[in-house]
């Protein structure tokens, strides 16, 4: 089978072993990727009653046989554990680029166990996989954590998975950042980062997936480009991404507003086009994607806004605004 090296990275955090599986091809027929091999590992490896946030949960992190395909869908990665917020089954996924690299570089998944005995973070450079100290990043926010692994790994192209002071705190909704602009945000496996002392996980690959017919897929991909750019829904996704659900729910009478006593916020007076006027720079996208629905916002004034952290989807815009009756343009866009 082409297009995946079968290779799992193993790291044990408590004993700083790192070690190499490759289950097989029937197992990758079996459990192709994502929630399907983090369920097969939590199942297997999890006993029963483990604390979430202890040393005995197991964190996967996992692309699939398919990631890293030059086709719009298969930029996406997933990260899973025992779930400190339900006691259950914890997954969140998030596309970007970092399911890719760890293809490029050579795997298909991390299995991280065990517990730092200090901060670390996980650097995994083709053939180069190593534990690096972390305590000079604890305690600082995701932007800064991101630009001091770029200085001092000398790469400009890592792409990261940074948990910021929430994750090190085992706030149990804690999310993970993916290079500032993409994010796990469900099921709190920043919290399970957290509770490992695993400040990041960085990577960066440079070898090329076979494909079994690469012509055909590239034939495949300018079809995709072709139709999502003469689709008036994709050209609604690339002018102002998710954040149109936020509009569109309003005219629908269906946006949570005010935890979820009302469909309607009536102090709602902007609109998409008002929105992205005022704030959006550009469009930013997912790998092999050609929608683009990714927002990126700037401001200066009433509040700066960042541009390294992209913009906000609909779920914050709702989550900040309409949920806590907040009307304000800017504010979803600065909590974001
Ligand atoms: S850019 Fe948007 S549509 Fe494309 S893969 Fe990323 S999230 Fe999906």
Redesign the pocket.
Same mark, same amino acid.
């Given at each position: 089978m082409k297009g995946f090296s079968g290779k799992i990275i193993r790291v044990n955090l408590t004993t700083r072993k790192i070690t190499f599986e490759q289950p097989g091809e029937k197992f990758f027929r079996k459990y192709i990727g994502g929630r399907g091999i983090i369920a097969y590992y939590l199942l297997k490896e999890i006993p029963k009653d483990t604390d979430p946030l202890g040393e005995e949960n197991t964190l996967v992190f996992t692309a699939s046989v398919l990631t890293g395909v030059p086709v719009? =869908?298969f =930029?996406r990665h997933s990260v899973g554990a025992k779930s400190p917020l339900t006691g259950l089954y914890g997954e969140s996924e998030s596309?970007g680029f970092w399911g890719p690299e760890l293809k490029f570089a050579g795997y298909e998944s991390i299995i991280v166990q065990g517990k730092a005995s200090s901060p670390v973070y996980l650097w995994i450079h083709n053939d180069t996989i190593e534990i690096k100290d972390a305590s000079h990043l604890w305690g600082k926010e995701t932007g800064e954590t991101f630009d001091i692994l770029e200085r001092e790994l000398e790469n400009k192209r890592i792409r990261s998975l940074i948990i910021g002071p929430a994750g090190e705190n085992l706030v149990r909704i804690a999310g993970i950042a993916h290079d500032l602009t993409h994010y796990h945000g469900r099921t709190g496996m920043g919290a399970v980062m957290g509770s490992k002392n695993l400040k990041a996980v960085v990577v960066r690959g440079t070898n090329k997936l076979e494909f079994e017919d690469l012509p055909k897929l590239k034939e495949l991909a300018r079809f995709f480009a072709r139709n999502f750019h003469s689709n008036a829904d994709n050209n609604g996704?690339n002018n102002h =991404?998710t954040s149109d659900y936020y509009f569109g729910a309003q005219a629908a009478g269906s946006l949570p507003t005010r935890n979820f006593t009302s469909g309607h916020f009536k102090e709602l007076t902007y609109s998409a086009d008002e929105l992205h006027g005022e704030l959006k720079i550009k469009s930013d =996208? #997912?790998y092999a #994607?050609p929608?683009?629905?990714?927002q990126v916002f700037q401001a200066e004034k009433p509040y700066r806004i960042d541009p390294k952290f992209g913009g906000p989807e609909f779920e914050t815009l709702a989550a900040f605004g309409s949920l806590c009756g907040v009307s304000d343009m800017y504010a979803g866009p600065k909590a974001h």
């Open positions: 719009p =869908g =930029g596309g996704q =991404g =996208g #997912c #994607c929608v683009r629905c990714k």
